[in-house]
Nanobody, 117 residues
Framework: QVQLVESGGGLVQPGGSPKLSCAASRNIVSFYNMGWYRQAPGKQRELVAMITEGKTTNYADSGQGRFTISRDIARNTVDLQMNSLKPEDTAAYYC???????????WGQGTQVTVSA
């Protein structure tokens, strides 16, 4: 079992640069991949960014060039640095972890990011 706890959400002005952090309850060094998803009201949950065990990263087009995902093995965290936020980035952001390639998917409770003036 893995517990994932997100932090760093809140009300952000357009153009703001918040950083989301996801803390795992166990060592993440061998996790197959970790990432961030988001879900806006009335929409399906969508990938924001993903980072693999080998630190390969993948970004959705919406965040390419604005968002950066990183892992900190010492802290057992995966962070999402978001820059130049837009109102359309408003959503609940969820941390995700896949323990191995055969399964073991875990989700955090989510943290709300609202981009508004």
């Amino acid at each position: 079992q893995v517990q994932l706890v997100e932090s760093g959400g809140g009300l952000v002005q357009p153009g703001g640069s918040p950083k989301l952090s996801c803390a795992a309850s166990r060592n993440i060094v061998s996790f197959y991949n970790m990432g961030w998803y988001r879900q806006a009201p009335g929409k399906q949950r969508e990938l924001v960014a993903m980072i693999t065990e080998g630190k390969t990263t993948n970004y959705a087009d919406s965040g390419q060039g604005r968002f950066t995902i990183s892992r900190d093995i010492a802290r057992n965290t995966v962070d999402l640095q978001m820059n130049s936020l837009k109102p359309e980035d408003t959503a609940a952001y969820y941390c995700y972890a896949k323990i191995n390639m055969y399964g073991g998917d875990y989700w955090g409770q989510g943290t709300q990011v609202t981009v508004s003036a």
